[in-house]
Protein backbone atom coordinates (compact mmCIF):
# COMPACT_ATOMS: atom_id res chain seq x y z
CA UNK A 1 0.00 0.00 0.00
CA UNK A 2 3.06 2.42 0.57
CA UNK A 3 4.71 1.38 -2.68
CA UNK A 4 1.75 3.38 -4.43
CA UNK A 5 2.62 6.78 -2.08
CA UNK A 6 5.70 6.34 -2.58
CA UNK A 7 5.67 6.18 -6.39
CA UNK A 8 3.02 8.47 -6.48
CA UNK A 9 5.56 11.03 -4.49
CA UNK A 10 8.60 10.37 -6.82
CA UNK A 11 6.38 10.75 -10.34
CA UNK A 12 5.01 14.07 -8.89
CA UNK A 13 8.34 14.73 -7.74
CA UNK A 14 10.19 14.12 -11.19
CA UNK A 15 7.58 16.00 -13.23
CA UNK A 16 8.15 18.35 -11.67
CA UNK A 17 11.36 18.55 -11.84
CA UNK A 18 10.37 18.19 -16.17
CA UNK A 19 9.01 21.84 -16.32
CA UNK A 20 11.47 23.96 -14.01
CA UNK A 21 14.55 22.19 -15.43
CA UNK A 22 16.46 25.09 -17.39
CA UNK A 23 18.28 23.01 -19.81
CA UNK A 24 15.61 20.66 -22.18
CA UNK A 25 18.13 17.56 -22.19
CA UNK A 26 17.31 17.28 -18.28
CA UNK A 27 13.97 17.87 -18.88
CA UNK A 28 13.65 15.00 -21.67
CA UNK A 29 15.92 12.68 -18.62
CA UNK A 30 13.49 14.13 -15.73
CA UNK A 31 10.25 12.60 -18.31
CA UNK A 32 12.20 9.54 -19.16
CA UNK A 33 12.01 8.52 -15.02
CA UNK A 34 8.53 10.07 -14.59
CA UNK A 35 7.19 7.50 -16.98
CA UNK A 36 9.55 4.82 -15.70
CA UNK A 37 7.24 5.64 -12.88
CA UNK A 38 4.21 5.36 -14.54
CA UNK A 39 4.91 1.89 -15.86
CA UNK A 40 5.43 0.87 -12.14
CA UNK A 41 1.85 2.10 -11.49
CA UNK A 42 0.55 0.24 -14.32
CA UNK A 43 2.72 -2.91 -12.83
CA UNK A 44 0.96 -2.02 -9.19
CA UNK A 45 -2.51 -2.27 -10.73
CA UNK A 46 -1.36 -5.81 -12.66
CA UNK A 47 -2.10 -4.17 -16.10
CA UNK A 48 1.05 -5.70 -17.94
CA UNK A 49 0.23 -5.08 -21.26
CA UNK A 50 0.06 -1.46 -20.92
CA UNK A 51 3.14 -1.55 -18.49
CA UNK A 52 5.54 -3.17 -21.49
CA UNK A 53 3.84 -1.13 -24.26
CA UNK A 54 4.36 2.13 -22.10
CA UNK A 55 7.42 1.25 -21.47
CA UNK A 56 8.56 0.69 -24.85
CA UNK A 57 6.52 2.96 -26.73
CA UNK A 58 6.64 6.01 -24.47
CA UNK A 59 10.50 5.66 -23.03
CA UNK A 60 12.02 3.65 -26.68
CA UNK A 61 10.62 5.28 -29.45
CA UNK A 62 8.71 8.60 -28.34
CA UNK A 63 11.51 9.93 -25.88
CA UNK A 64 14.13 9.18 -27.99
CA UNK A 65 12.75 11.43 -31.06
CA UNK A 66 12.14 13.80 -27.94
CA UNK A 67 16.21 13.49 -27.78
CA UNK A 68 16.94 13.30 -31.35
CA UNK A 69 15.08 16.12 -32.38
CA UNK A 70 16.60 18.64 -29.25
CA UNK A 71 20.25 17.29 -30.96
CA UNK A 72 19.20 18.35 -34.29
CA UNK A 73 18.00 21.57 -32.89
CA UNK A 74 21.06 23.43 -32.30
CA UNK A 75 20.55 24.73 -29.28
CA UNK A 76 24.51 25.66 -28.03
CA UNK A 77 23.71 29.33 -27.69
CA UNK A 78 20.56 28.25 -25.34
CA UNK A 79 19.73 30.97 -23.01
CA UNK A 80 15.74 30.08 -23.59
CA UNK A 81 14.44 33.36 -22.74
CA UNK A 82 12.61 33.28 -19.85
CA UNK A 83 8.82 34.50 -19.27
CA UNK A 84 8.53 37.21 -17.28
CA UNK A 85 7.53 36.51 -13.69
CA UNK A 86 4.32 38.05 -13.67
CA UNK A 87 3.53 35.17 -16.61
CA UNK A 88 5.22 32.78 -14.65
CA UNK A 89 2.90 33.55 -11.72
CA UNK A 90 0.06 33.59 -13.29
CA UNK A 91 0.30 30.43 -15.00
CA UNK A 92 0.84 28.63 -11.87
CA UNK A 93 -1.88 30.30 -10.43
CA UNK A 94 -4.04 29.37 -13.17
CA UNK A 95 -3.06 25.61 -13.15
CA UNK A 96 -3.39 25.84 -9.18
CA UNK A 97 -7.01 26.96 -10.01
CA UNK A 98 -7.49 24.33 -12.03
CA UNK A 99 -6.41 21.84 -9.35
CA UNK A 100 -8.33 23.24 -6.96
CA UNK A 101 -11.28 22.87 -8.40
CA UNK A 102 -11.20 19.29 -9.27
CA UNK A 103 -9.88 18.81 -5.52
CA UNK A 104 -13.23 20.27 -4.40
CA UNK A 105 -15.56 18.38 -7.03
CA UNK A 106 -13.65 15.33 -5.68
CA UNK A 107 -15.05 16.56 -1.67
CA UNK A 108 -17.98 16.35 -2.76
CA UNK A 109 -18.12 12.67 -3.80
CA UNK A 110 -16.96 12.23 -0.24
CA UNK A 111 -15.72 8.76 0.70
CA UNK A 112 -15.14 6.60 -2.03
CA UNK A 113 -14.35 2.73 -2.61
CA UNK A 114 -10.72 1.13 -2.73
CA UNK A 115 -9.56 -0.05 -5.93
CA UNK A 116 -9.97 -3.46 -6.06
CA UNK A 117 -8.84 -5.83 -9.11
CA UNK A 118 -11.80 -8.57 -9.27
CA UNK A 119 -10.00 -10.20 -12.23
CA UNK A 120 -6.15 -11.09 -12.36
CA UNK A 121 -6.12 -11.55 -15.91
CA UNK A 122 -7.57 -8.28 -16.25
CA UNK A 123 -4.96 -6.52 -17.83
CA UNK A 124 -2.91 -9.55 -19.38
CA UNK A 125 -2.07 -10.02 -23.11
CA UNK A 126 -4.20 -12.50 -23.64
CA UNK A 127 -7.52 -10.96 -22.59
CA UNK A 128 -6.78 -7.76 -24.25
CA UNK A 129 -5.72 -8.92 -27.08
CA UNK A 130 -8.91 -11.27 -27.28
CA UNK A 131 -11.07 -7.41 -26.92
CA UNK A 132 -8.69 -6.08 -29.15
CA UNK A 133 -9.11 -8.03 -32.13
CA UNK A 134 -12.94 -9.11 -31.57
CA UNK A 135 -14.77 -5.74 -30.20
CA UNK A 136 -12.00 -3.21 -31.50
CA UNK A 137 -11.03 -4.24 -34.68
CA UNK A 138 -12.00 -1.54 -36.97
CA UNK A 139 -10.66 1.43 -34.50
CA UNK A 140 -7.30 -0.93 -34.85
CA UNK A 141 -6.82 -1.07 -38.59
CA UNK A 142 -8.10 2.64 -38.37
CA UNK A 143 -5.39 4.07 -35.85
CA UNK A 144 -2.93 2.32 -38.29
CA UNK A 145 -3.69 4.16 -40.99
CA UNK A 146 -3.11 6.87 -38.99
CA UNK A 147 0.55 5.94 -37.58
CA UNK A 148 0.78 5.22 -41.85
CA UNK A 149 -0.18 8.59 -42.69
CA UNK A 150 1.67 10.92 -39.49
CA UNK A 151 4.73 8.81 -40.86
CA UNK A 152 4.02 10.52 -44.27
CA UNK A 153 3.23 13.90 -42.93
CA UNK A 154 6.38 13.95 -40.67
CA UNK A 155 8.42 13.31 -43.94
CA UNK A 156 6.56 15.80 -45.78
CA UNK A 157 7.37 17.94 -43.22
CA UNK A 158 10.92 17.68 -42.42
CA UNK A 159 12.05 17.26 -45.74
CA UNK A 160 13.82 20.59 -46.81
CA UNK A 161 11.76 21.78 -50.03
CA UNK A 162 13.41 21.75 -53.61
CA UNK A 163 13.43 24.67 -55.56
CA UNK A 164 11.39 22.87 -58.56
CA UNK A 165 8.55 22.02 -56.29
CA UNK B 1 1.86 -10.91 -9.24
CA UNK B 2 -0.07 -12.00 -6.90
CA UNK B 3 1.65 -9.90 -4.10
CA UNK B 4 1.97 -6.90 -6.31
CA UNK B 5 -2.03 -6.52 -7.05
CA UNK B 6 -2.79 -7.44 -3.50
CA UNK B 7 -0.62 -4.12 -2.68
CA UNK B 8 -3.17 -2.04 -4.64
CA UNK B 9 -6.05 -3.13 -2.80
CA UNK B 10 -6.26 -0.68 0.27
CA UNK B 11 -5.73 2.91 -2.28
CA UNK B 12 -8.94 4.73 -2.14
CA UNK B 13 -10.00 5.60 -5.78
CA UNK B 14 -10.18 9.56 -4.76
CA UNK B 15 -6.35 9.13 -3.81
CA UNK B 16 -5.78 7.67 -7.60
CA UNK B 17 -8.05 10.80 -9.30
CA UNK B 18 -6.00 13.17 -6.75
CA UNK B 19 -2.20 12.03 -7.97
CA UNK B 20 -3.53 11.89 -11.63
CA UNK B 21 -4.79 15.86 -10.88
CA UNK B 22 -1.94 16.68 -9.85
CA UNK B 23 0.28 15.36 -12.59
CA UNK B 24 -2.46 16.83 -15.48
CA UNK B 25 -2.06 20.72 -13.37
CA UNK B 26 1.54 20.32 -13.41
CA UNK B 27 1.52 19.54 -17.07
CA UNK B 28 -1.09 22.66 -17.63
CA UNK B 29 1.32 24.79 -15.57
CA UNK B 30 4.58 24.06 -17.90
CA UNK B 31 2.36 24.73 -20.97
CA UNK B 32 1.43 27.89 -19.55
CA UNK B 33 4.95 28.47 -18.03
CA UNK B 34 7.89 27.53 -20.62
CA UNK B 35 8.48 29.29 -23.81
CA UNK B 36 10.36 26.75 -25.32
CA UNK B 37 8.20 24.45 -28.08
CA UNK B 38 9.86 21.22 -26.97
CA UNK B 39 9.16 21.49 -23.31
CA UNK B 40 5.62 22.68 -24.21
CA UNK B 41 5.34 19.26 -26.19
CA UNK B 42 6.53 17.40 -23.47
CA UNK B 43 4.05 18.69 -20.73
CA UNK B 44 1.69 17.68 -23.03
CA UNK B 45 2.62 14.25 -23.33
CA UNK B 46 2.52 14.53 -19.63
CA UNK B 47 -0.80 15.34 -19.44
CA UNK B 48 -1.62 12.69 -21.81
CA UNK B 49 0.04 10.17 -19.55
CA UNK B 50 -1.58 10.91 -16.44
CA UNK B 51 -4.98 10.44 -18.07
CA UNK B 52 -4.07 7.30 -19.77
CA UNK B 53 -2.85 6.34 -15.85
CA UNK B 54 -6.49 7.22 -14.76
CA UNK B 55 -8.41 5.75 -17.78
CA UNK B 56 -6.74 2.53 -16.24
CA UNK B 57 -7.52 2.76 -13.09
CA UNK B 58 -11.21 3.43 -13.94
CA UNK B 59 -10.82 0.11 -15.60
CA UNK B 60 -9.31 -2.17 -13.12
CA UNK B 61 -11.94 -0.34 -10.53
CA UNK B 62 -14.63 -1.24 -13.11
CA UNK B 63 -13.59 -4.77 -13.79
CA UNK B 64 -14.14 -3.47 -17.52
CA UNK B 65 -11.53 -3.77 -19.91
CA UNK B 66 -12.41 -1.46 -22.78
CA UNK B 67 -10.59 1.36 -20.99
CA UNK B 68 -7.00 0.01 -21.12
CA UNK B 69 -7.92 -0.83 -25.15
CA UNK B 70 -8.22 2.77 -25.00
CA UNK B 71 -5.50 3.29 -23.80
CA UNK B 72 -3.44 1.65 -26.04
CA UNK B 73 -4.97 4.03 -28.86
CA UNK B 74 -4.55 7.05 -26.95
CA UNK B 75 -0.75 5.96 -27.04
CA UNK B 76 -0.93 5.10 -30.60
CA UNK B 77 -2.24 8.26 -31.30
CA UNK B 78 0.19 10.39 -28.91
CA UNK B 79 3.09 8.44 -31.15
CA UNK B 80 1.26 9.99 -34.20
CA UNK B 81 1.07 13.29 -32.81
CA UNK B 82 4.77 13.43 -31.74
CA UNK B 83 6.09 12.64 -35.27
CA UNK B 84 3.78 15.15 -36.35
CA UNK B 85 4.74 18.14 -33.95
CA UNK B 86 8.20 17.23 -33.94
CA UNK B 87 8.70 17.54 -37.06
CA UNK B 88 6.55 21.04 -37.10
CA UNK B 89 9.18 22.26 -34.85
CA UNK B 90 12.16 20.98 -36.67
CA UNK B 91 10.48 23.20 -39.43
CA UNK B 92 9.44 26.16 -37.74
CA UNK B 93 13.41 25.79 -36.08
CA UNK B 94 15.09 25.82 -40.40
CA UNK B 95 12.65 28.76 -40.63
CA UNK B 96 12.86 30.72 -37.35
CA UNK B 97 16.66 29.81 -36.32
CA UNK B 98 14.58 29.75 -32.79
CA UNK B 99 12.07 27.49 -31.07
CA UNK B 100 11.01 30.22 -29.07
CA UNK B 101 7.21 30.34 -29.65
CA UNK B 102 7.33 33.80 -28.74
CA UNK B 103 8.52 34.11 -32.27
CA UNK B 104 5.78 32.62 -33.33
CA UNK B 105 3.13 34.86 -32.66
CA UNK B 106 2.59 36.27 -36.66
CA UNK B 107 -0.55 33.85 -37.03
CA UNK B 108 -2.05 36.22 -33.85
CA UNK B 109 -5.23 37.83 -34.89
Redesign the interface.
Known amino acids: MSTFYFIAFLSIFFSILVITAKNPVHSILYLILTFFTFTIHYILMNAQFLAIVNFIVYMGAILVLFLYTLMLINLNKDSEPRKSNFVKFAGVIGGGCFLVTIIAALKAFGASQPVVLQDPNLGLVKNLGKILFNEYLLPFEVSSILLLSAMVGAVLLATKETKTA | ??T??H?????????????C??????????V?????A??I???V??ML?SV??LL??F???R?D??G??F???I??????????G??????I??NTNS??I?VLNRLKW
Open positions: MELSNIQAIPLNHYILFSVIFSIGVIGLVRRNIVFMSELNNLTVSVYGASQVVFFMALAAAEVAVLAIIVMYRIDN
